[in-house]
């Protein structure tokens, strides 16, 4: 079993700043990519930010230079830092991790999803 806890998710003025986090635990061989996806009420769920083993980050076009994907791959974790948050940010953010979990078997795990709102 391989789970992922997200946390960092509130409530945030237009402009402010949140830092979300998500860990990885349980029978993990080697994870490939970790990432971030976002689904607004009544939208599609949507990519925000991608981050591969080998140091490549990926994000959608109307987070680029306000959000920074972070990644510590001895605590199998990432981050999201999210600045200048605008009210279309709103949404639940929900941690992606493509998990090797023994050799040559392949799983793809989601978090629960963290609640960020912004709003004055």
């Known amino acids: 079993q391989v789970q992922l806890v997200e946390s960092g998710g509130g409530l945030v003025q237009p402009g402010g700043s949140l830092r979300l986090s998500c860990a990885a635990s349980g029978s993990i061989f080697t994870i490939n990519t970790m990432g971030w996806y976002r689904q607004a009420p009544e939208k599609e769920r949507e990519l925000v930010a991608t981050f591969t083993s080998g140091g490549f980050t990926n994000y959608k076009d109307s987070v680029k230079g306000r959000f920074t994907i972070s990644r510590d791959n001895a605590k199998n974790t990432v981050y999201l830092q999210m600045n200048s948050l605008k009210p279309e940010d709103t949404a639940v953010y929900i941690c992606?991790?493509?998990?090797?979990?023994?050799?040559?078997?392949?799983?793809?795990?989601w978090g629960q999803g963290a609640l960020v709102t912004v709003s004055s």
């Open positions: 992606n991790a493509d998990v090797q979990w023994v050799p040559g078997l392949y799983l793809e795990v």
